[in-house]
């Protein structure tokens, strides 16, 4: 999502994306698979991001949704993929709570 919405739409890059086969993935993929898969979407958004002109960030974007085609600026396909990245965070946070239990602990690295 990280390299399609920002990497592709917003900077203007190829789309690789096969969103077929990502929904027809049904795994298990390694840990360590997906967290380097993951941490280099955000590192190639993060580079883009770094490198875009603040005039850049109003001008039209459009992508094709699940359901509908977006169109917004390139701030608001930014804020879309952030809230977007946020909702399957919770959900992650959800499962692994309810697989858990009373296990689970919140980490504390405030107060270590």
Known sequence: MWRERIVSVVGGAESVRDRAAEFAEHGPIARDQLLAEFQQSVADADAVLARLPPARLLEPRSYQGVNRQFDLDSMAVIFHTLL??????????????????????????IGK
């Open 84 to 109: 977007h990245t946020a909702g399957h965070a919770q959900e992650i946070v959800f499962m692994t709570r309810l697989t858990l239990g009373d296990v689970y602990k919140f980490a504390n690295p």
